[in-house]
């Protein structure tokens, strides 16, 4: 049997606009989570470049050039924050759209207080002012 809107007595048919709204938000959460899980790889991977210039600073003995600058473990770490950090957003996408669109069917849609928004932004921060910190480290340790 057929929902009937209780007033107008008018069939009731999901609006096909919200479901389409519900689908493109899910594809943003999707690359947003992509876009993380390959930074992470790159940045744990920068740990890799980093050593290898070391190496090349001492080969060539450069004056001034600090002996080392390599710190084992701060880029992967940060990486496999990245891309956990990543997948959890592609597990909440997943959830959140589930539960928009059975919500959607039922005509019982009410807005989320963006908890997981808040978490995902502090968390990313985070990591990026642990980044800049790395960074200025070694590129100061280069410097010397």
Do not use: C
Not at 28 to 50: D, E
Not at 88 to 104: E, K, P, S, T
Request: charged share 15%; no cysteine.
């Amino acid at each position: 049997m057929e929902e009937v809107h209780p007033v107008r007595q008018e069939k009731l048919n999901p609006d096909f606009n919200a479901f389409k709204a519900a689908e493109r938000t899910f594809l943003a959460w999707i690359r947003t989570g992509i876009s993380l899980i390959g930074l992470g790889f790159v940045v744990s991977k920068f740990n890799l470049f980093v050593s290898k210039l070391n190496l090349f600073l001492q080969a060539a003995r450069i004056p001034n050039a600090k002996s080392s600058i390599y710190q084992p473990g701060v880029s992967e770490w940060l990486g496999v924050s990245l891309v956990a950090v990543g997948i959890l957003v592609l597990i909440f996408a997943g959830y959140f759209l589930n539960r928009d669109l059975q919500a959607i069917r039922d005509f019982s849609f009410k807005p989320r207080a963006p908890v997981f928004e808040y978490f995902l932004v502090a968390g990313l921060g985070l990591i990026g002012i642990i980044l800049l910190i790395y960074l200025f480290i070694s590129g100061h340790a280069l410097a010397k």
